[in-house]
């Protein structure tokens, strides 16, 4: 989103992948007369967040969402990841946002997870809205990871190489910290695991580098210090999706909402 103010005076542009969803998008904006404020286009936002936010000829882009990503568990599915951490880091001036959100924990956690591993550097939560009362408490149980993830020999390789203990939760495998390690670091810090601390900002995030598609993976359940300001208990930018109308009203389950800034 690029914007002098706000309302009118702003621009917004949804990308998504499927074109008929677009199309009725776009139809909306029309019908209603926003069709000079308000554009949906097909993209896929890995490969074409950062051509298409470097060339926007708006001006500056003040807010950029992530919502309800597919909760698909196989990393190379997800759209948040490394490379479009780079991309917004790339493009994104100081000061602004990146807002996320989902109704499954795991899934807001790792994308939370991935912008504090691969992006910390550039940037951080955003204290204007974490704010006292504002929030509540990630859960405190590592979110298991669903066997179809990897197997759990790879967990178990992977687990023993970090020095870490694997155990099986309701078929799952997930990972628990050594005797005497801190759990809100985690198994594989920098120190620990003799990679190179990519993060910065003190995030104690490990060098995750590819060995099966596992390492990511991890992102599902890491305890990062970003956890510590919780999750927002309402939509910090006054437009909520279908999505969240029906989750929050019509199931009356959780969202899992942070805010991140731009350094």
């Not at 989103?1 to 199309?23: P, Q």
């Not at 204007?128 to 066997?147: D, K, Y």
């Not at 300001?229 to 199931?251: C, D, I, K, Q």
Request: proline share 4%; aromatic share 8%.
């Amino acid at each position: 989103m690029g914007h002098n103010d706000a309302g009118r005076s702003s621009n917004y542009l949804g990308l998504d992948v499927h074109k008929a969803l677009l199309d009725r998008a776009n139809g909306w904006a029309a019908a209603r007369g926003l069709s000079g404020h308000v554009a949906y286009a097909q993209a896929n936002v890995v490969a074409s967040a950062a051509s298409i936010l470097g060339s926007y000829p708006g001006g500056r882009v003040r807010l950029v969402s992530i919502q309800y990503p597919d909760p698909q568990q196989r990393r190379r599915r997800h759209v948040v990841g490394r490379e479009l951490v780079a991309a917004l880091a790339e493009v994104l001036l100081s000061g602004a946002q990146v807002y996320l959100n989902s109704d499954f924990e795991d899934t807001a956690t790792y994308m939370r997870n991935c912008f504090e591993c691969f992006g910390s550097q550039h940037f951080d939560i955003d204290t204007t809205v974490h704010v006292p009362g504002a929030t509540f408490p990630c859960s405190e149980v590592l979110q298991p990871v669903r066997p179809d993830v990897v197997s759990q020999q790879a967990w178990q390789r992977r687990a023993a190489a970090a020095g870490a203990a694997a155990v099986v939760v309701d078929r799952a495998v997930a990972v628990s910290p050594a005797a005497g390690e801190d759990a809100a670091s985690g198994p594989l810090s920098g120190s620990e695991s003799g990679g190179e601390d990519v993060g910065g900002g003190g995030s104690g995030c490990e060098a995750v580098d590819e060995v099966d598609g596992v390492e990511e993976d991890l992102l599902f359940w890491r305890q990062g210090r970003w956890r510590e300001a919780g999750w927002l208990l309402s939509n910090p930018v006054g437009a909520p999706t279908e999505r969240e109308v029906y989750v929050e009203l019509a199931t009356r389950q959780q969202v899992y909402r942070v805010m991140l800034v731009r350094r």
